[in-house]
């Protein structure tokens, strides 16, 4: 009696999926009875390339190049697809190189200043018949005056304020922190006034300098700038956190 041997094939191979519209690799499972047509159909709600423009390259489990998928009449199983195997899909819709995204390649559309102010359909002339934005004076002026107002207060707390200053800073959300005055005055990194403080503990932001300009000297993370209405001066001892014990 002579032995037969069954060969045994499972229907359905598990591939990983990469294409050069995106970075991202996929693991789908697939049906070896199906046309290359049919698997292109079904990539394409993968990676988003019309089926119409796939160029398919396999790759084995290593990744190293082994054929093309070009006869969409040919099964998938056909080809030596295994689990874990690699199919690659270029997109050639023209969408990978920019030429439909691309706003830079798009002819604008330019107006000057004076001839838009003269249009009646435009944003800038709706806003104006709405009182919107700048365009509300009385919203605009009082937003001036509450910013004067601020300024005011920032300035007189300033005056009241000098290095060498023990100090306790409260900024809502932010726990209080105790250091020492060491700078009072305008910035360059930002308007306004601001007090440069050295605190007791590593809470800061910096060693005194703020973009390469040196305001006053300590040592990494102990330094900060803030408001002066967010400093309260007075008698602030250095806590004594005992560091030097044993």
């Known amino acids: 009696m002579e032995a037969s041997v069954t060969v045994i094939t499972n229907p359905t191979v598990s591939v990983r999926v990469t294409s050069t519209v995106s970075s991202f690799e996929s693991n789908r499972r697939f049906n070896r009875g199906i046309t290359i047509a049919e698997f292109k159909s079904k990539l394409e709600l993968i990676v988003g390339t019309p089926a119409a423009y796939m160029d398919l390259e396999l790759f084995n489990t290593s990744d190293r190049f082994l054929q093309k998928l070009e006869n969409n009449d040919a099964l998938l199983g056909s080809y030596p697809v295994d689990d874990d195997c690699r199919i690659h899909v270029t997109d050639c819709s023209g969408t990978q190189s920019g030429e439909f995204t691309d706003i830079s390649k798009v002819d604008k559309f330019e107006i000057s200043d004076d001839a838009y102010e003269k249009r009646t359909d435009s944003v800038r002339n709706f806003k104006k018949n709405m009182k919107l934005g700048r365009f509300n004076e009385e919203n605009v002026a009082m937003q ?84 002066p209405l967010s400093v309260s001066v007075g008698d602030f001892p250095e806590e004594d956190y005992g560091l030097d014990e044993m």
């Open 144 to 227: 001036e005056e509450i910013l004067a107002k601020k300024e005011e207060e920032e300035k007189a707390a300033a005056e009241a304020i000098a290095v060498g200053n023990r100090c306790k800073i409260q900024i809502a959300g932010q726990p209080t922190k105790i250091g020492t005055v060491m700078y009072v005055g305008t910035t360059d990194f930002k308007p306004g006034c601001w007090v440069g403080v050295k605190y007791d503990e590593p809470l800061g932001k910096n060693d005194g300098s703020v973009n390469g300009k040196q305001y006053f000297e300590c040592q990494p993370k102990y330094g900060a700038f803030v408001k």
